[in-house]
């Protein structure tokens, strides 16, 4: 490791005391330009104009150029590209009238969508969106799931642009107004019955997933969330319930709250400063969130450089397990070893499960990247250097690639066709933040999320003058 052990403790003091310490280490490297450039492309690219659904993949398959690989529209890859036209407009991509057009199209599309109990016809329910909706009508896709998650991170992006776009015109006012419809149409509580925590989802064919958000995984947000609404919050008991399963243990050097896919580190920050402000649980352990994403960092480093189970071409700058594409379900002898992969999976590392088929995602790594710099933009420079352009596109990187899934068709590896809308959306947040802390700031303006914030018992830093400043409103 890099760090010892001591100097990780005097910089978790520092990260809780100094949350306007410099964001960025070292010199600005302009591979970040270039390969946020063209992951904001995707986003525009693909999101039709008409309705503002970002699909959940899109092909780059080059018989399917023009006819990519049918997908339905993911509500979390929407909630990422409402936060995108901002960032677009920030780096001089489009206009602020483009994106204040595409925002209200995708706003007004989904408080005029259907909220009903019905299985078919339907958007939502109780305020909240189904996981999967069709690209063209917008209604339930494949039986899928009411998904609690999945509307806060939609809900995350239209915050964001409510506290962006703040201009005193009517296309603006209409913003924030429909935001504030959305959000304080949701119905927490109907996500809580009779459990503590917040549940995961809902069917109409068989009702609830019994499953609570327990920690610690991505959906800290989404507590945030449901403490800060004005009309159905939850109360601070859902939040003591989440705190009391973590699992705080050391694992590869580092001791941290453990989750073993690295977008459970990234997604709660990607729009949500956590330097600096701590509740109870990080208060007791000396740290605070974004300390301990960059220990998740550094344990998926080492775990790749020592490479324990002599996965093809894993190394100190080849790193990244997450959820993410797969080549196969199958299993098959590589170089003497019998090896059982995956398609689409959460993969990772942690104290207490470890799931691993071989298969890297390039945003396991760039999600990290204000986290951990100095050992993420070397990872994706090698990347893209070893690999060219059967992983660095047009649009960035594709989803995934597995070095070891060798087979007769695929010689050299296996390497993924699409483009999922929640990986690409972490790496151009991701990437903003570590600029400027754009996103963060922006996200600080917002009474809800500091409502939230206050509620689940954060406390200093940024945090203590946004309080101030939403209380005097």
């Given at each position: 490791m890099k760090k010892t052990v001591l100097f990780l403790a005097a910089l978790s003091i520092v990260s809780c005391q100094q949350p306007d310490a410099p964001r960025s280490v070292g010199q600005w490297d302009p591979f970040l330009d270039t390969l946020q450039q063209r992951t904001i492309q995707w986003f525009l690219d693909?999101?039709?104009?008409?309705?503002?659904?970002?699909?959940?993949?899109?092909?780059r398959t080059e018989t399917l150029r023009d006819k990519p690989t049918p997908s339905p529209s993911s509500i979390a890859a929407v909630g990422f590209a409402l936060t995108v036209y901002p960032i677009a407009v920030e780096r001089g991509i489009i206009t602020r009238d483009e994106a204040i057009e595409r925002t209200l199209t995708t706003l007004r599309f989904f408080w005029n969508s259907t909220q009903s109990p019905d299985a078919t016809g339907v958007t939502g329910y109780m305020g909240f969106y189904y996981h999967f909706i069709d690209m063209q009508m917008g209604h339930r896709e494949w039986q899928c799931e009411l998904s609690s998650v999945d509307t806060g991170l939609l809900m995350m992006g239209a915050l964001f642009a409510q506290s962006y776009y703040t201009q005193n015109m009517p296309a603006e006012t209409e913003i924030r107004n429909l935001t504030d419809s959305l959000y304080r149409r949701i119905d927490w509580t109907y996500f809580t019955k009779d459990t503590t925590g917040l549940m995961m989802s809902w069917r109409p064919e068989r009702g609830y997933n019994r499953w609570t958000w327990h920690g610690y995984n991505e959906a800290l947000f989404l507590y945030v969330l449901a403490l800060g609404s004005p009309t159905h919050p939850i109360g601070y008991e859902g939040y003591e319930h989440w705190l009391s399963t973590y699992k705080w243990k050391e694992h590869y050097g580092e001791t941290l709250a453990n989750f073993m896919p690295l977008f459970g580190h990234q997604y709660s920050h990607a729009w949500i400063d956590f330097r600096g402000i701590q509740d109870a649980f990080m208060e007791e352990k000396g740290i605070d969130y974004f300390e301990n994403?960059?220990?998740?960092?550094?344990?998926?480093?080492?775990?790749?450089?020592?490479?324990?189970h002599q996965w093809i071409d894993y190394s100190d700058?080849?790193?990244g397990l997450t959820a993410c594409d797969g080549p196969k379900d199958t299993s098959f002898?590589?170089?003497?070893?019998?090896?059982?992969?995956?398609?689409?999976?959460?993969?990772?590392?942690g104290a207490e499960e470890e799931v691993d088929d071989g298969t890297i995602a390039p945003t396991g790594a760039a999600g990290c990247v204000p986290f951990a710099p100095e050992i993420v933009i070397p990872a994706l420079k090698a990347m893209r250097n070893?690999?060219?352009?059967?992983?660095?596109?047009?649009?960035?990187?594709?989803?995934?690639?597995?070095?070891?899934?060798?087979?007769?068709?695929?010689?050299?590896?296996?390497?993924?066709?699409d483009y999922l809308g929640i990986d690409q959306g972490p790496i151009v947040l991701m990437i903003e933040n570590h600029r400027n802390g754009f996103v963060w700031d922006v996200m600080r303006k917002s009474k809800y999320i500091v409502e939230g914030l206050r509620k689940a018992g954060f406390t200093g830093g940024w945090l203590e003058e946004a309080e101030v400043a939403t209380q005097s409103r």
């Open positions: 693909v999101t039709p104009r008409n309705t503002g659904l970002t699909p959940d993949r899109w092909s994403s960059r220990r998740a960092a550094y344990v998926h480093r080492t775990y790749a450089t020592q490479n324990p700058s080849i790193w002898e590589v170089n003497g070893i019998l090896r059982k992969f995956r398609s689409y999976s959460a993969r990772g590392t070893k690999y060219g352009d059967k992983l660095w596109t047009e649009y960035g990187f594709v989803d995934a690639f597995n070095p070891t899934y060798i087979t007769p068709p695929t010689p050299n590896g296996w390497f993924d066709h």
